[in-house]
């Protein structure tokens, strides 16, 4: 077998510390010489100034992310059989978890925090949806679907390489049946004895939000004789786990017409009594305000905005939305009533948030207690040496009097 020789990438001088504590990450600013010029999404060792091999890693000539790290064993080979056994080692992991037996629908590989860094796959029943969104990961998509095809048995693997952050590493869109067929438009999963319907074409993201599994059961376990409100309901996740949990009545509320018309449908799989959940087409902040002039209240209220603050540059105005929609929610809140409020923003962190939240109920002359915290599920790890995997953060709130 030749040998071909890995392009050397050598950091500025004191600019490995990051590398040393494991981060997966290397910004433009940091990088000294570079070797040969390599291309995109190719392996490079990354060396310190005085010449120490660090880790081997995939090139980003375009992104401001130069460079991510697969292994910080300079010694390793990354090649197909690399990869594959880190996607097998992410799909054990999750096999492994007590929830797999309660679902059929999971994220499979988590990128950085799996050890693939912009690598995304969920599986929903025996469909993959897949997103690779870096360099590094679209430099090895062929090997990668393969042995995503041979290690699930899965029937087919769309692909949703749609999202913006492509374009920050200098790739194009790409969206479709990339192995196998499946029926177009829908994926039927099942989530804790729920029925739901998938769009894994056109779908948010990969088409369903798995992270908040874990708190739709918490919610379905607090939902009992309440009404309730589910604000950005998407395909009514939240909602039919109130219905489950025996909410006495539901309002689901989005602004996307097609993601309420698969909500319906999910109510219709599932054995609720139709008419004690409502479903709104309107923005929720408008809807909010209307409903507040009109005094009217409930006993539990979800709010599940979409990311108003995908980095800490947008935090600012973030907050200023998020402080909107929680200062109106606490207003509608009777007293003893739960609300379960979320921010999948990035740039927001847990303490962040939880002060926007203070300043609203303050703002709101409502007194409030927070009694859980929440998280995204065990199938979204963190690694511990990439705090930026952690983007949802949620709390629960309970207004005492
Ligand atoms: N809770 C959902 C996921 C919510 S994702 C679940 O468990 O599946 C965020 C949702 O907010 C999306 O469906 C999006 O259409 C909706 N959305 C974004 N901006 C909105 C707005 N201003 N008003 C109402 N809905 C909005």
Not at 36 to 65: F, K, N, Y
Not at 239 to 262: F, H
Request: hydrophobic letters at 50%; proline letters at 4%.
């Amino acid at each position: 077998m030749s040998t071909v020789a890995i392009p050397t990438v050598t950091l500025k001088a004191g600019r490995e510390k990051s590398l040393k504590r494991r981060h997966p990450w290397v910004f433009s600013g940091a990088i000294g010489a570079v070797g040969q010029a390599p291309d995109s999404g190719a392996t490079v060792e990354l060396r310190s100034a005085d010449g120490a091999r660090l880790a081997l890693a995939a090139w980003s000539p375009s992104s401001q992310i130069r460079a991510r790290v697969w292994s910080f064993d300079a010694q390793a080979k990354i090649d197909a059989a690399f990869l594959r056994q880190r996607l097998a080692s992410a799909i054990a992991l999750r096999e492994a978890l007590p929830v797999a037996r309660h679902t059929n629908a999971l994220r499979l590989v988590h990128a950085e925090s799996d050890g693939l860094p912009g690598l995304i796959v969920d599986r929903y029943a025996d469909v993959l949806v897949a997103q690779f969104l870096s360099a590094g990961a679209e430099f090895w998509r062929e090997e990668i679907l393969d042995a995503l095809m041979e290690l699930t048995g899965c029937e087919a693997i769309f692909e949703r390489s749609d999202a913006e952050v492509r374009t920050l590493e200098g790739l194009h869109p790409r969206a479709g049946f990339v192995r196998g067929e499946h029926a177009a438009g829908r994926v039927a999963i099942h989530e804790h004895g729920l029925q739901f319907r998938v769009d894994v074409a056109a779908g948010q993201k990969t088409g369903f939000f798995l992270d908040q599994r874990e708190n739709r059961q918490r919610v379905r376990s607090l939902a009992a004789g309440r009404n309730v409100l589910d604000g950005f309901c998407y395909t009514g996740g939240f909602a039919l786990a109130a219905l489950a949990g025996r909410a006495n009545s539901v309002v689901a509320v989005d602004s996307s017409a097609p993601a309420l018309e698969i909500a319906r449908e999910n109510l219709s799989a599932n054995p609720f009594d139709a008419s004690r959940l409502r479903f709104e087409v309107a923005d929720v902040f408008a809807y909010l305000r209307s409903l507040r002039d009109r005094a009217a209240q409930f006993d539990m209220i979800v709010l599940d905005p979409p990311k108003f603050a995908p980095t800490a540059a947008q935090a600012e105005n973030a907050a200023r939305a998020y402080k909107d929609i929680n200062l109106l929610a606490l207003k509608l809140l009777a007293p003893g009533g739960l609300l379960a409020t979320f921010s999948c923003s990035g740039g927001v962190p847990l303490e962040f948030f939880q002060k926007i939240v203070a300043g609203a109920a303050l703002d709101a002359g409502v007194d409030a207690r927070v009694i859980e915290h929440f998280a995204a599920g065990p199938d979204h790890p963190v690694a511990l040496n990439f705090p930026e995997g952690e983007y949802l953060k949620g709390l629960l709130i309970v207004r005492a009097w």
